[in-house]
């Protein structure tokens, strides 16, 4: 409306939406913990047959990601818009290397019959098959995460090259990286409940 | 006041034209408008076919129509009525049209979100509508979408369920986008305690539908990936659990009546003070108790569950969470009342409807502890007792605060005044159909007869029968109400820009509004409720603040 910029209400409106995805995930981890308690005997054995060394490569390759993504910001405080670029594009390869590990993943287990429905899971015991459907929802609602979250990356990477997001102005590649911590947070809590339950 | 040109005349952005200079808008009030029409029609369509179902259940057997078109059909009236018309209706038109106002402001916080909003609402109705007309037709499981039915159904739920999950999408940024105007955008010199009872309304609300929404997203999400992969989260032979949908249903939908009922006590707290000449009756009380209703209604959603199957334990502990939940809804009662004690009360079509309100809301209140209570609600779950409580509460309670909001502010958003006696006679028209329409169906449902049957037994026909033709009277009263108002449009009568008497920022600039709103800077009222300037001289009832 007017020439008013109010980056601390874009920034809390941000915020808002992010609690919005939080309690997203966490109808789905109130899932988790009930069949976690109905069956942690199938529960710790379906996480024996995830990758731990790949879902642990995922978990630091995100977590770089966010670093890289807080660094860019840091750049374009400091008037170094190539610099944040670069940064935004690391993040960006990160991101795809996660999917691509993701693909890899679930490629294998789809290889093995191990998906919804599959004849393998209907004659499954109970609890592996409520494991792996489990395992599918939520690292599949993360990996869309992950795709949105790129997509905000790569909007803000345009908008840096093209000197819209610049020093006085960078609420938006703020918010983008905002949403990436989000997605890094997410796997942090994904991550021990799927690959590292005892 | 200068005669700045209203936001009829001066289009946001500038420089659109005929309907591009609504569809395109930023404007707040444009949007609270281009929400009404929606949400008019769909109220209008739901309505009747809520006569169609009550027609049908006039008499036993078959009457009208089939008993699979009978569940599709109280399917759509309760999933329209539900995600299309109250839970949108009050926050979305009038939210949008007077929270920025009400704080002194020119539009809230995020107006292209705002926009975007409306169109996620219109795709939402546009699905529901399509579900209609695709595959096997609209689902016959009723609004509530409970496993294992709603997985096992050949009728139309996925779709269904993608409208509902769209519409719950644009709530939420509502919601969003109103907690961030209420902090960000309120007038420098408002504080907290100044703000108006509806725009702290409104702040509850956003609140709840930011925080409950997404569980109802997700749960919908779950539903399709069951329908189309057989994830078999909710089903007993894979390991899965169908109480736990219900959970998460009831964590979004008890909330979610809150949405519904707290907008609406917030036009009631406008409205009482404004025709008893007194300043409001325990403000923050009021103020308090609404946050109160939002955080104590989240912790109560079982309590639809208790013949479920769930622990003693879980039964006990949600029935005493629920009897919280009444205390400060009592507190608000209790402060119209007060407020109306020694007012120099002026009867007008909004405060009837207000006073309706408080009544029939009561009796759905306290007809809602009889549900909440563990052991009485053993003997009516499920039976037409419910379906009369809800009534009560949804239509005597969000649906009156929605008729007064209509008549209170209509003069303001259109600058025109309708008639009086059409709208007391079709009022008290509404007011009796509905008596007559819903305490046959409480008493039906202590009786034992079941909700949501096709056909009953012969025991049951006399209370349907007076159900149905109070229906037909309630909806009378209801087109004579409407039809007058949209008389006013046609042959306008000049409204001033305040009518009523009113003391919140709204009544102070001109009807309707200019498009920034405010033409010189607003001076804000050290309260929101002082009328000692309508009052100098005048009788009694005046020594409130």
């Not at chain 1, 090259?161 to 796997?187: C, K, P, Q």
């Not at chain 2, 008499?59 to 399917?75: C, D, H, L, V």
């Not at chain 2, 879980?314 to 629920?322: D, E, I, K, Q």
């Not at chain 2, 007869?449 to 009953?456: A, K, L, N, T």
Request: some cysteine; overall charge neutral.
């Amino acid at each position: 409306m007017s020439s008013r910029r109010d980056t601390l209400g874009l920034r809390i409106g941000m915020w808002l939406f992010l609690y919005s995805e939080i309690i997203l995930f966490g109808g789905l981890f109130v899932l988790y913990a009930v069949y976690y308690h109905n069956f942690p005997d199938f529960f710790v054995a379906g996480g024996r047959e995830l990758n731990r060394i790949i879902g642990a490569l995922n978990t630091v390759v995100l977590l770089v990601s966010s670093f890289t993504v807080a660094a860019s910001i840091t750049a374009i405080q400091r008037e170094k818009p190539r610099q944040a670029a670069g940064f935004l594009l690391f993040s960006l390869g990160c991101g795809l290397i996660f999917l691509v590990n993701k693909y890899f993943e679930w490629g294998a287990k789809i290889h093995h019959d191990i998906y919804p429905n599959s004849p393998t899971m209907q004659d499954a015991e109970p609890g592996l098959n409520i494991f792996f459907s489990l395992y599918y929802v939520i690292t599949g609602l993360h990996g869309l995460h992950v795709i949105i979250g790129m997509v905000l990356l790569s909007v803000s990477l345009v908008l840096v090259l093209r000197g819209r997001v610049n020093a006085g102005r960078f609420t938006m590649l703020e918010n983008s990286g905002l949403y990436w911590h989000l997605v890094d947070l997410i796997w942090i809590f994904v991550f021990p409940m799927f690959y590292l339950v005892l | 006041m200068t005669a700045a040109p209203s936001f009829f005349e001066n289009p946001s952005p500038p420089g659109l034209t005929g309907i591009k200079s609504w569809l395109l808008t930023h404007d707040h009030k444009r949007l609270g408008l281009m929400y009404m029409w929606a949400i008019l029609f769909w109220f209008v369509l739901a309505m009747f076919l809520g006569l169609l179902l009550r027609t049908e259940l006039m008499s036993q057997g078959r009457t009208i129509m089939s008993a699979e078109a009978y569940n599709s059909m109280f399917t759509l009236h309760g999933v329209i009525m539900v995600f299309l018309f109250v839970i949108p209706g009050i926050p979305a038109i009038f939210g949008n049209f007077f929270l920025p106002i009400q704080l002194g402001t020119d539009d809230v916080f995020f107006p292209r979100l705002n926009l975007f909003s409306w169109y996620l609402f219109m795709l939402g109705g546009l699905f529901a509508v399509v579900s209609l007309f695709l595959g096997e037709g609209f689902p016959d499981t009723g609004w509530t979408f409970y496993v294992p039915f709603s997985v096992g159904t050949e009728s139309n739920v996925s779709l269904t369920v993608t409208a509902a999950f769209i519409l719950g999408m644009s709530s939420m940024l509502t919601g969003l986008n109103f907690v961030t105007t209420f902090h960000r955008m309120r007038h420098p010199d408002m504080g907290l305690m100044q703000i108006p009872l509806f725009t702290w309304s409104l702040y509850a609300t956003a609140w709840v539908q930011i925080l409950a929404t997404p569980v109802i997203s997700i749960t919908f999400v779950l539903i399709m990936l069951e329908r189309f992969l057989g994830i078999g989260l909710f089903e007993p032979d894979k390991g899965g659990d169908p109480l736990l949908y219900q959970h998460l249903f009831w964590m979004y939908s008890h909330p979610a009546v809150y949405i519904m009922i707290l907008p609406g006590m917030g036009v009631i707290s406008e409205v009482i003070p404004v025709f008893s000449r007194k300043s409001i009756f325990g403000y923050k009380a009021i103020v308090w108790s609404s946050m109160a209703i939002a955080i104590a209604g989240s912790l109560v959603w079982a309590h639809h569950m208790y013949t479920s199957g769930m622990s003693d334990v879980s039964v006990f502990v949600f029935s005493l969470l629920t009897f919280l939940v009444a205390i400060p809804s009592a507190v608000k009662v209790f402060s119209w009342v007060s407020t109306m004690y020694k007012g120099a009360i002026a009867m007008s079509p909004p405060l009837l409807l207000s006073l309706c309100f408080i009544y029939l809301f009561s009796v759905g209140g306290l007809t809602g502890l009889v549900l909440g209570a563990a052991g009485t609600n053993i003997h009516v779950h499920d039976t037409h007792f419910v379906v009369g409580h809800f009534h009560f509460v949804m239509f005597g309670g969000t649906g009156f605060a929605f008729f007064a909001a209509l008549h209170f502010w209509w003069p303001k958003m259109f600058g025109v005044m309708y008639r009086f006696r059409p709208a007391y006679i079709g009022a008290v028209l509404t007011a009796v159909g509905f008596v007559f329409h819903y305490v046959p169906m409480l008493i039906l449902g202590l009786q034992g007869m079941p909700r949501r049957y096709y056909d009953y037994l012969p025991q049951y026909e006399t209370g349907n029968f007076l159900a149905g033709f109070g229906g037909y009277l309630l909806i009378a009263g209801m087109v004579i109400m409407f039809v007058n108002l949209f008389v006013s449009l046609r042959n306008p009568r000049m409204a001033p820009a305040d009518p009523w008497g009113g003391t919140t920022l709204e009544w102070t600039i001109p009807s309707p509004p200019p498009m920034e709103n405010f033409v010189e800077t607003p001076v804000i009222p050290d309260f929101p409720y002082d009328f000692r300037k309508f009052m100098a001289g005048g009788k009694g009832g005046g020594k409130g603040r």
